[in-house]
């Protein structure tokens, strides 16, 4: 079976259907695990104190805010290369769950800041790289609603997709670019002196995988309506011709 | 709250503001969904009965 029989509407709703209550499931099993271990049954840190339980929410968003606009590129250049209905409409679903994940990632990190820093917000460049980040997904949203085609939709929008791109990348890498403003480097890294303390690492890879699941649960969901939306279009057109002819 | 000491109020709004809008988030795509869904077996409906 090939993976681009998925492209098929009918085939991914009747592939996804049985698979998604058990994905928001997990998702909430893993979600509460990780950030009540996180909140609970961790220690404070000798520098950032009680606060750095927020590490359990702002990291796993900041993670998503970024790999969900990776994943609309990828789907946007499917669907101009391949032109496949399916991945224009899991890049629309994909927008709204993005962005709400980049304001987590703000807001979280600007609570955090606050104590830490003495500022909610400096123009430091990750946080300013987020914050455009956080434009592209509203321009991003806004395109898709303000065109009435939807392929012309799914090309414009898959446009401002790749051009976002590059400050998705600034955002994860903006600190090793410039090495310079408040943010610290990476919490988790293949280098694992790098990363955080075990106490706090375990907790946060659970929280993150609740944040992975969440995201494939709601893009899921989204996109299956993104479908039947479509489907509802298409009968109503179909019936207005009928109607024409008669 | 002795738990978390002096940074009490700094936590627990990011808890606060992070669940609201992940709960705000899963709300309105089920219920979006929800409604798409009965719109699409009425559109349906009316076909099959026309």
Excluded at chain 1, 32 to 45: I, N
Excluded at chain 1, 71 to 78: E, N, Q
Excluded at chain 2, 9 to 34: I, T
Aim: proline share 3%; aromatic share 12%; with cysteine.
């Amino acid at each position: 079976m090939s993976f681009w029989e998925y492209a098929n509407p009918k085939k991914f709703m009747v592939t996804t259907a049985p698979v998604l209550p058990w994905l928001f499931a997990a998702a909430g099993v893993a979600l509460v695990t990780g950030l009540v271990w996180g909140f609970f049954f961790t220690p404070e840190e000798a520098r950032q104190g009680s606060t750095v339980k927020i590490i359990y929410l702002h990291v796993p968003s900041a993670m998503m805010a970024i790999n969900a606009w990776v994943m609309m590129l990828v789907a946007s250049l499917i669907w101009l290369v391949r032109r496949h209905h399916v991945s224009a409409l899991a890049a629309r679903a994909a927008g709204p769950v993005g962005m709400v994940m980049t304001l987590i990632a703000l807001a979280t990190g600007a609570i955090w800041g606050q104590p830490m820093w003495g500022t909610w917000w400096v123009w430091d460049p990750r946080l300013t790289s987020f914050l455009i980040l956080f434009l592209f997904y509203l321009g991003y949203i806004a395109l898709w609603e303000a065109i009435d085609d939807p392929d012309t939709a799914a090309d414009l929008t898959a446009v401002l997709c790749i051009v976002g791109s590059v400050f998705a990348v600034l955002s994860r890498y903006a600190v090793n670019f410039w090495n310079q403003g408040l943010h610290q480097g990476a919490s988790l890294s293949m280098d694992k002196q790098e990363n955080v303390a075990n106490v706090f690492y375990i907790p946060l890879l659970v929280s993150i995988a609740g944040f992975v699941l969440l995201f494939l649960s709601l893009v899921i969901l989204r996109t299956r309506t993104e479908i039947r939306v479509r489907r509802i279009r298409a009968l109503e057109a179909r019936a207005q011709q009928g109607e024409g002819r008669a | 709250m002795s738990l978390l000491g002096a940074y009490a109020l700094y936590v627990l709004s990011a808890y606060a503001v992070s669940l609201v809008l992940l709960a705000g988030l899963v709300w309105l795509s089920w219920r979006r969904a929800e409604r798409v869904r009965a719109a699409l077996a009425r559109v349906e409906g009316v076909r099959a009965d026309g």
